[in-house]
């Protein structure tokens, strides 16, 4: 039933984008209507609705999604999700959110920043040599700015007698000069259509970032997740600042992630896999079409259930996320 646009091959995640569709219950199994389609799916063949449209959502399906344990998501045109629905069992334990509070206040959370900033500008210069690879007239540049990158990775060492807060602003240096030498090293070697000068976080009008800046939205959702059903709090971060109705944790925790995104994007780029029409431009702005949302959501499901490697771990992107929180939980619990 393509025309309702969830996705079969990963029964694992549900995307509803369609407008109007319908999620009810019928025979304790979730019942999707659009139009004179319909399917019956079991809950235990689901981890999480993602809904990307506006949708009718009966309560009973939200009580049968919380009872299994099922994550319900709502999320802007950017990826960005707007509104979840959890079971109070990820609320887990107001002892590990003490811990938590006293883990950020100590030096084992410097230890942890530097390694996951590690982590992440290493898949940076994976990326690079990646493009290279594809775009031999890349390969100076792309060597010059690995270069550059790698030398920040040997500045992150340590000294155990700087101040916490001094020993986090300099891994977050280190981190932001890596970004902008990779991103203008990586916005270049693009064929044109998806050349881009600067990196934009906010209504970017260009495809690159309105891309990237959607997979990031998609990603954070899992990560979050994965912190909420550890029981630890998002808002309280070790490296970004706490603010509020900002998950700080998770953006810090999807920090080695955010490479995977973009290798992600630049394959799709290279191999021509990314459809036409996955940009609108209107009044000067950029909006994902909804085959383009379609496209990237596939992408990144893939990716999610494919084996990859980080750092010493060899297991399916989604288990690595996991592993990362679970991580950080143990190291919090050792305070």
Same mark, same amino acid.
């Given at each position: 039933m393509p025309d309702m646009n969830f996705k079969k091959q990963y029964v694992m995640q549900i995307i509803l984008d369609t407008r109007g569709l319908?999620?009810?219950?019928?025979n304790r199994c979730f019942l999707i209507e659009s139009g004179a389609e319909s399917r019956i799916i079991h809950p235990q063949r689901i981890s999480s609705f993602l809904i990307t449209a506006p949708c009718r959502i009966s309560s009973p399906a939200l009580v049968l999604a919380v009872e299994n344990g099922i994550q319900v998501v709502v999320c802007n045109s950017c990826g960005k999700p707007e509104a979840r629905v959890w079971s109070p069992r990820f609320l887990n334990t107001?002892?590990?959110r003490r811990m938590q509070y006293k883990?950020?206040?100590?030096y084992l959370s410097v230890e942890w920043a530097e390694r $996951? $900033?590690?982590l992440k500008i290493t898949g940076q210069c994976s990326n690079? !040599?990646? $493009?290279?690879?594809? &775009? !031999?007239?890349f390969k100076d540049a792309a060597v010059e700015a690995v270069e550059k990158v790698k030398n920040q990775l040997s500045s992150l060492l340590l000294n155990p007698e700087t101040e916490i807060l001094n020993a986090k602003k300099h891994i977050l240096y280190c981190e932001a000069f890596s970004a902008a030498v990779y991103w203008q090293a990586a916005g270049s070697a693009l064929p044109v259509p998806w050349h881009f000068e600067n990196r934009v976080k906010r209504n970017p009008v260009d495809a690159f970032n309105s891309c990237i800046n959607y997979l990031y939205g998609v990603l954070r959702n899992q990560v979050e997740t994965s912190v909420l059903s550890l029981g630890l709090d998002p808002a309280l971060g070790v490296m970004h600042r706490d603010g509020y109705r900002m998950p700080s944790l998770v953006f810090d925790l999807m920090e080695p992630f955010r490479p995977v995104m973009d290798k992600i994007l630049f394959k799709a780029i290279l191999e021509s896999v990314i459809p036409d029409d996955i940009i609108a431009i209107e009044e000067n702005k950029a909006s994902i079409t909804k085959n383009g949302? &379609? &496209?990237l959501i596939a992408l990144f499901i893939e990716k999610l259930h494919s084996r990859m490697t980080l750092g010493d771990t060899t297991t399916t992107l989604n288990n690595l996320i996991l592993h990362q929180v679970k991580y950080l939980t143990e190291q919090i619990r050792n305070t």
């Open positions: 319908q999620l009810s219950v019928r107001s002892a590990l883990f950020c206040e100590s $996951i $900033i590690r690079l !040599t990646y $493009i290279a690879s594809r &775009k !031999t007239s949302r &379609k &496209k």
